[in-house]
């Protein structure tokens, strides 16, 4: 009997239950009126006498032993159960929320798309940049008062440096290491130092854009503008340039569309002009092309510049330009749908 009740004690030390039904069914095995423990008992009565205590002491454990195990097998399957109900697998699943892209860079996006399908393809060149590429070779002499129409970001330990204020400074850049023909863009963040309002920014973006051939004339950019135009506001799109000054074209102009919100008819967004102004340009003045390397006399070229802040006001009606960089997830959210 002594050795039953030790095989018994082992067994019950490493027995499992993984269900309830399970547990019940290990419960009915040992402790039941006829399970093996009760059992024991009842064959207790011929175990003899000098024996008796002996035996006696380990039924007992082997008694409590089984409950005490049962006891703790049911504690694992509640603790197992509440674990579970925390994972909900009934709930309904959550919807993935996907990333929008920046309007910025739908605009800009879909500034490049539309030059690119006449030819244009793109460039890239430093934010901070030297003042021969931002200025010098763009025709603004040392002490020009056009250099005064940007407010430039100088790094103080050495006034070469600056952040650039256009990205016309990449047109200098390409000019310098390419020949022509060349057609095309540059988009970028251009830096000035303005006190940040609802209308200007310290830092914002441009695209610029630039051709050069032989026999390039200002009708050539006129065409670009119109077609870039109509691509990006609609068909019905006019256009109209006014005569204007930069150091780095001439004749240099600036354009305006007729306003894509009332048509052209005057509403206060075009303060009633029926036109709104959308971007700089001209030809390459000889200067610039010699300056970078280029024969003025074989070649000659057109350059426009634009504000894609300016573009995407126009196309979205944000007024407020301090929106774009403050990265409110609801004022993004809403270019979701665009492309
Ligand atoms: N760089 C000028 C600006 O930042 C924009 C511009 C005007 C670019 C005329 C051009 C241009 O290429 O021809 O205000």
Known sequence: MKDKIQALLAEIDGLKAASSVELEALRVKYLSKKGEVSVLFNDFREVPNEL???????LNELKTR????????????????E???????????????????????????????????IGFTI???????????????????PEHP??????????????????????????????SVQKPPLRMVFPGRVYRNEAISYRAHCFFHQVEGLYIDKDVSFADLKQALMYFAQEMFGPSTQIRLRPSYFPFTEPSAEMDISCNLCGGKGCPF??????????????????????????????????????????????????????????????????????
Not at 52 to 58: F, M, Y
Not at 70 to 77: A, M, P, R
Not at 89 to 117: C, Q, W
Not at 286 to 310: H, Q, T, W
Request: aromatic fraction near 8%; glycine fraction near 6%.
């Open 146 to 175: 056009a250099r005064d129409m940007q407010d430039t970001f100088f790094i103080e330990q050495n006034p070469d440096v600056v952040l650039r204020t256009h990205t016309s400074s990449v047109q200098s850049r390409i000019m």
């Open 83 to 117: 674990q579970s109900e925390m994972l909900d697998l009934t709930r309904t699943a959550e919807p993935i929320m996907l990333g929008t892209r920046h309007p910025l860079s739908l605009v800009k996006n879909e500034i490049i798309d539309i030059f690119s399908r």
């Open 66 to 81: 089984a409950q005490d195990k049962l006891t703790s097998l049911k504690d694992e399957l509640v603790a197992s159960a």
């Open 123 to 141: 460039a890239e060149g430093p934010e901070i940049e030297d003042d021969w590429h931002v200025f010098g070779a763009l025709n603004f002499p």
């Open 52 to 58: 008796k205590r002996e035996v006696g002491q380990l």
């Open 270 to 339: 075009c303060k009633h002009t029926g036109w709104v102004e959308i971007l700089g340009c001209g030809m390459v003045d000889p200067n610039v092309l010699e300056n970078c390397g280029i024969d003025s006399k074989v070649y000659s070229g057109y350059a426009f510049g634009m504000g894609v802040e300016r573009i995407t006001n126009l196309k979205y009606q944000v007024k407020d330009l301090r929106l774009f960089s403050e990265n409110d997830v609801r004022f993004l959210r809403q270019f979701e749908s665009a492309y």
